[in-house]
Structure formats: structure tokens, C-alpha cells
Nanobody
Framework: VQLQASGGGLVQAGGSLRLSCAAS????????MGWYRQAPGKQRELVAG???????MYGDSVKGRFTISRDNAKNTVYLQMNSLTFEDTAVYYC????????????????WGQGTQVTVSS
């Protein structure tokens, strides 16, 4: 397994969760890392991405609430999610790629398995 995501679960609205995605060294070293999410019936949308150099970007719906970071020593990317709302409920996927568009493209990059985040209202 090249990307292993973890940390999802059930949380009440207003709460926090931290997702982790551990990658193989070669993939992590050569790529930016990102998180996408997909709710039932919706597109896979960008949540956050971080370049190899540490520059971060966020989807509009999570700006100010979510923070992406990467630990180069552990080959791991994190997504700290605060002030969660019901609308954040989705399967969250990590991806290693060199760019992150607003909609996830499964034909490029290396995708991990999803982790379910459920926010109860």
C-alpha cells in the first residue's frame, strides 16, 4: 500500500478530527500531497493540498477551519479539521500528485483508500 489514510470517524458538529496519510518514501518525496472528499451523489472535491515545499491551498468551503501539514521525516501528511459541520460528512481521500485541481482526477496521481468522516448535527 503506497498511501494509507487513517483518522476518520464520527464526531459531533463543532468538533475536530485529524486525518493522517502515510506514504511510501519515494512517493512522498517526489510529490505534493492532498486531500479530497466525496459525499454521496457529489463530485470528489479538493479539500486541501500542500506542495513539496510546504505551500498550502484549500477549497473554499474549508478555508479557516482546516489545516494541512506534512511531516517530511515521517512521510506523512495531516489534515486538521476544526469546527466541523454536517456538510463536511464525506469519504476523505489522500492523494500524491504534482497539482491539485478543484475536482479529483482518478486518472492521475496516486490515491489512497478513503476514510469516512461523519459529522452528526
Amino acid at each position: 500500500v503506497q498511501l494509507q489514510a487513517s483518522g476518520g470517524g464520527l464526531v459531533q458538529a463543532g468538533g475536530s478530527l485529524r486525518l493522517s496519510c502515510a506514504a511510501s518514501e519515494s512517493i512522498f518525496r517526489n510529490n505534493g500531497m492532498g486531500w479530497y472528499r466525496q459525499a454521496p451523489g457529489k463530485q470528489r472535491e479538493l479539500v486541501a493540498g500542500i506542495t513539496r515545499g510546504g505551500k498550502s491551498m484549500y477549497g473554499d468551503s474549508v478555508k479557516g477551519r482546516f489545516t494541512i501539514s506534512r511531516d517530511n521525516a515521517k512521510n506523512t501528511v495531516y489534515l486538521q479539521m476544526n469546527s466541523l459541520t454536517f456538510e463536511d460528512t464525506a469519504v476523505y481521500y489522500c492523494v500524491a500528485d504534482t497539482m491539485f485541481g478543484p475536482v479529483g482526477n482518478l486518472k492521475r496521481g496516486n490515491w489512497g483508500q478513503g476514510t469516512q468522516v461523519t459529522v452528526s448535527s
